[in-house]
């Protein structure tokens, strides 16, 4: 996929040989010379959430439930950009739902993640769009979705704290006005908050 830049501006190819010079390499030397082309490509691709639409993603992939027990989808790998630093962060998002009618394809839950997180983003912002995402494309009883992060702004700069993780989580619907539904979800995942 290749970034739509302005035409005003440079490639992001030629953004990055300035950027190269910049920070005090040579562009030119033997293993920089086709690192433009490669990051313009690897930022395609790391911002391919940009141009997906969700009605597309789920890909009439969305069928008439035969019962209305809870669903949850854990440990789906992902992998973001942080919007203020333009550094990786990653992690498992974990989403559960309480079927109304309709349930969604399996695979579809990672494809949400991955349009969303595909982006310049904070965790916090993903949460609540994969919420928001399922309780458009389902109508669920309730949507609940959490996410375990590692942020490398944290870890390769600022305080340097290697070991640190981020958990965010979006209820909505009986997951928020519930809590014995709420629990369950959470014993599902295997996440325990620990009350201080």
């Keep these: 996929m290749t970034l739509a830049l302005d ?4 490639s992001l190819a030629d953004l990055t040989r300035e950027w190269l010079e910049i920070v005090g ?10 690192t433009p082309e490669r990051v313009e490509k690897a930022w395609g691709y790391m911002t391919g959430g940009y ?5 597309i993603v789920a890909n009439d992939a969305v069928f008439e439930a035969e019962g209305d027990g ?3 989808v854990k440990d789906i790998e992902f992998y973001s950009m942080c919007e203020h630093h333009m550094l990786p962060f990653f992690g498992r998002a974990h ?24 982006r310049l983003q904070v965790q916090e912002r993903i949460t609540g769009q994969i ?10 009883k ?12 944290m870890a390769m700069r600022g305080v340097q704290k290697q070991q640190s993780s981020t958990t965010t989580s979006s209820m909505l619907g009986a997951f928020r006005e519930d809590s014995r539904t709420r629990a369950e979800f959470l014993e599902n995942i295997g996440h325990r ?4």
């Design 7 to 10: 035409k005003k501006t440079s």
């Design 25 to 34: 390499e040579d562009p030119s030397r033997e293993g920089l010379l086709k």
């Design 51 to 55: 141009g997906q639409e969700l009605h």
């Design 70 to 72: 809870m669903v949850v």
């Design 95 to 118: 989403i559960g739902y309480l079927p109304n009618k309709k349930i969604l394809g399996l695979s579809k839950f990672a494809r949400i993640t991955d349009m969303y997180s595909r």
């Design 131 to 140: 919420a928001s995402a399922i309780q458009e494309l389902l109508e669920p």
């Design 142 to 153: 309730g949507v609940a979705v959490v996410l375990e992060g590692v942020h490398l702004c």
């Design 193 to 196: 908050f620990s009350a201080r």
